[in-house]
């Protein structure tokens, strides 16, 4: 069993990385921010809880890797687990060699931003670490078990079949770690019908049935579904070519603008992305935050109760990410939205959580409330576990073969 996992998730330009120990039960983690600049850094925390702050002018991905890596050169990792956006059909998490890499590569057209940059970091990985097992942990993943009639659209059968178009799913490490701990937290451990709110500046609700996924509200991409901070969400696919005969707009401008300029920030005239802000100044009287406040919560609420219809039974509702776990205004706020499922909110018990405190936010009638801390790092470095020890087991398994035979 892998005693050390370090997790790498590797943007454009940016590293996110944290080392987890399990024995000593800690973690160690950082930041490598505006790489390829002058100003590229690495922020975080290193051995003994104390603060980190690299000036790397310039530094791509492999000498950020190599700079922050030395800070951990006394915990040398047993395993590195790589966060990946888009596994296309891969339905778990898996070894990385040259067909997984393959695989990813395959899939960047899905996620052209993310992918390449996932790429890069493996590479880096590899050169730093050429015999540590790697393992690939798909954001897509966990909705692989989505059945056709949840992730099919209504388009031509050739585009899905040719060209891979169909609703797939994001978030999913947050959603499979949340809707487990908190059916554990329940006492029905990956047992009955959950609706789980990931929100923050990127947001997604999941249905989830028995531990498995059944539907969410983001699609080909991560656009699709609720109001996030700068992307807009749902909106109706004539849009683009209302824009493009009015404004002028070509489908690069205009995908820019529903990624980067919309949601929150566009909803707000362009006041902010941060909750937090705009809830200080609807609290000040500025309509524009107001608005966006309550379009975020009434889309929320809306997507909750359609993704309801993917489950038999509905046991209760789990909130996580940064909006999730530390507003007790915005769940209050959407939850007003739903009377008519039975949720009871108790005012107290939510007004006391937040800051990675988890527990349960209902009056103890109807279904059940939670706020539940994601830990995305931990999810992965756990399947990153298991995926290593499954392929110890089999190594041992086909060298052991030889003998039986003989004997």
């Excluded at 936010?361 to 576990?385: F, L, Y």
Aim: charged fraction near 20%; include cysteine; aromatic fraction near 8%.
């Amino acid at each position: 069993m892998s005693k050390s996992v370090l997790v790498i998730n590797c943007g454009s330009s940016s590293i996110k990385f944290a080392l987890l120990l399990e024995e000593q039960n800690f973690r160690i983690h950082g930041l490598a921010e505006n790489l390829g600049t002058e100003n590229a850094r690495i922020k975080g925390v290193t051995v003994g809880n104390e603060p980190v702050d690299i000036h790397i002018p310039f530094a791509d991905h492999k000498k950020a890797l190599e700079v922050g890596l030395e800070r951990l050169a006394n915990y040398k990792p047993d395993a590195i687990g790589h966060r990946v956006v888009h596994g296309g059909s891969l339905t778990k998490a898996e070894l990385i060699n040259d067909e997984i890499i393959e695989k990813i590569r395959e899939a960047t057209p899905l996620a052209p931003l993310h992918n390449p940059a996932h790429l890069i970091g493996i590479e880096a990985t590899q050169r730093l670490f050429p015999d540590l097992p790697q393992v690939a942990v798909f954001d897509t993943a966990f909705h692989q078990t989505m059945p056709a009639h949840a992730y099919r659209y209504a388009v031509p059968k050739f585009l899905y079949t040719d060209f891979g178009v169909r609703r797939y799913g994001f978030h999913g490490t947050s959603h499979a770690y949340v809707s487990e701990r908190g059916s554990e937290l329940a006492g029905s451990f990956k047992q009955g019908g959950w609706l789980t709110a990931h929100l923050g500046n990127g947001s997604s609700t999941c249905a989830v049935w028995n531990g498995q996924s059944v539907d969410t509200s983001m699609g080909l991409t991560p656009l699709e579904g609720l109001v996030m901070g700068t992307r807009s969400g749902d909106v109706d696919p004539s849009l683009h070519s209302f824009l493009a005969a009015n404004l002028g707009w070509d489908v690069y401008k205009i995908d820019r603008m529903l990624n980067k300029e919309s949601g929150l920030l566009g909803l707000s005239d362009n006041l902010s992305n941060d909750m937090r802000t705009l809830i200080e100044a609807s609290e000040n009287g500025n309509e524009d935050a107001t608005l966006a406040i309550e379009v975020f919560c009434y889309r929320l609420a809306k997507s909750l109760a359609a993704l309801s219809c993917g489950l038999p039974r509905l046991d209760g509702l789990f909130f996580t990410g940064g909006i999730g776990e530390n507003s007790a205004y915005i769940r209050e706020k959407t939850m007003a939205y739903l009377p008519h499922f039975g949720f009871n909110l108790d005012k107290d018990a939510n007004n006391v959580l937040k800051r990675g405190t988890e527990g349960r936010i209902d009056n103890g009638t109807g279904p059940q409330i939670w706020v539940v801390p994601t830990d995305e790092e931990g999810r992965i470095a756990k399947e990153t576990q298991s995926v290593v020890e499954q392929e110890v087991e089999n190594t041992t398994a086909k060298k052991s073969e030889p003998e039986a035979t003989l004997a």
